[in-house]
């Protein structure tokens, strides 16, 4: 890899799914030698897609890393997944890279990949070229895409390129044909540096050599944002994207230095210098068949050597590297030594995660971890077989490794096993690949609601055990007053016996018989919670109560009081955080209702409209899917457990008749 940071080219592709990011990187590829023959999504012979379900799909699931060299130049480049249900990947990729194309399909236009991605990018300050594909279809306008990216994204971007007739005719050395597009340009430039608009305003032209130098200046202080046509598929515009690359957008050198913690957690910047200590930052993990676990990374100052020593300061471990690669696809490329800039990769790395920090340990500093956004959809897994449960629980921790934005958890009420995506799709995929990989099969589902029993109003009542058999018999006898708590108080057991009417040594077990008969209600089967049992009275047998004999006394005592007490359902309520585009405001506040939640209020967040809202638990799980498909898939939301509230009668009954049904079944 090269070590002059001038001449060092590292970005990403981005975009809505299916605007031709795949085939932009299999174009710049073949542009530059890589390949002899153009790689085809439809064909399933791309480098970028190279997993079985990607080329199934005809769509990229997982980022992928590419090399190239163009006139000299090193290209390092990122072909990220479009859905957002793989979101996490892009957000990785932005912590990797010194600048973005994003892809933008001309019959499509501005779409809601597309507003993600500029949103992560401006974020954080990350330069952006727009590349508009696909102008051989049909209706298809540059001028009509250029302008909703200027209404929809930014008004600074420009356009340098057409296409006409399948060719590109570059606008600042067309001006007189292009004249128009040509002024913009210069005015645009001109407005980023007050002397130079001085003297364009005076003169009224500009000289090329300040045009470009502005103008880089410019698109690497996200002043302006250039914008290409072209046809990927065809290699339209490919080289003059690739001449764009490098005449204006940032070196490695031109990067901003990122901002770290030091050894005493005090802030400090890495500047992306070769004279100064190893950092890099682990980027992305996967599971390689042949290899294990590999963790791919990006070097952030300056170098380091196969099989050398490192520090993990995110866990605060050493690290040995064995070889270490770059990456081309699926393609493992071993090398000596990586430089600042490079996305490197290196195998069976002990205990190093994504978002960790490795770095020299003479300068030891720590990077941010990402921003990954909360999962949005939660499904239960259920193993089809004996031997599908033994592989499951590997395959799960692989797959969780592997993907940030993918989670697992066991309910502690249900016992039911919840894997956490970002969506449908995302925990789908996830399954198919878990078959595949690691030859485990499971069924997904809907996760049970965590439902809960308690009471409404107060009652005294006994329970008495007594049994009579040959030898020794057993008998308790307790009195207990049950009361309502409030919601969230859980449990609270009082001793109020008097006069020794229960020895001291027996009390304990009531209190225990209790509360394991708390584990199961007498409507549903579902757990007691929210009570206070008060112990008042009762009686014992010198000879034949025991511990067992309170035991099962209390827990009579608390099932009759059970059901003399009004035993309800109680149901969890999620707060939940709906953002959304304005127009959507009615159709989601009527879903919200619909759902048998509230509206607790709403405020301006941008562009953008909040809503704050409370809901069932039980209306939720498909929630993801839906305010997708109702918003065109531009609504996101964020949701956590808030309370429990009494289930209505009507849904109570219907509960309670599927747990009979269910019972009736296991008998």
Known sequence: MLEDLRRKRVFLLCGHAQSGKTSLSEAILFKCGVTSRLGKVDEGTTISDFEDDEKERKSSINLSVLNAEYK??????????????????????????????????????VEVGTEKAWELLRKDRIPCLFFINKLDKENTDYRKTLEEIKNTLSKKAILLSVVENKKIIPVLKNKDKLSQLYNEIIESIAETDDSLLEKYLEKGSLEEGEINQTLKKAVVNCQIYPVIAGIALEEVGVEFLLDTIIEFMPSVEDGLPKKAKDKSNNDTVISPKLDIPFTAQVFKTLFDPYVGQLSIFRIFSGSILSNKEVINATKGNKEKLGQIFILQGKQQIPKETLYTGDIGAVAKLKDTQTQDTLCDPTNIVKFDNFDFPPPAYSASVKPKTRQDEEKISTALSKVANEDPTFSVSRH???????????GELHLSVIIE???????????????KVPYLETIIKSVKVQGKYKKQTGGRGQYGDVWIELEPLERGKDFEFVDAIVGGAIPRNYIPSVEKGIKKAMEQ????????????????????????????AFQIAASMALKKGMEQAGSVLLEPIVNVEIVIPEEFMGQVTGDINSRRGRVLGMETKGKNQVIKAQVPLAEMFKYASDLRSFTAGRGSYTMSISHYEIVPARIAQTIIEEAQKNKEKEE
């Open 412 to 422: 502690p009420q249900t016992k039911e096993l919840i894997i956490h995506g970002m």
């Open 521 to 548: 209600g007498i409507l549903a089967g579902y757990p007691i919670k929210d009570i206070k049992v008060t112990l008042y009275d009762g009686s014992y047998h010198p000879v034949d109560s025991s511990d067992i």
């Open 72 to 109: 000299g130049n090193s290209l390092q480049f990122i072909d990220t997944p479009g859905y957002l249900d793989f979101i996490g990947d892009l957000i990785a990729s932005t912590k990797a890279v010194d600048f973005a194309i994003i892809v933008v399909d001309a019959s499509s236009g």
């Open 433 to 447: 690949r878990m078959k595949r990989k690691y030859q485990a099969d499971v069924e997904l589902g809907i996760p």
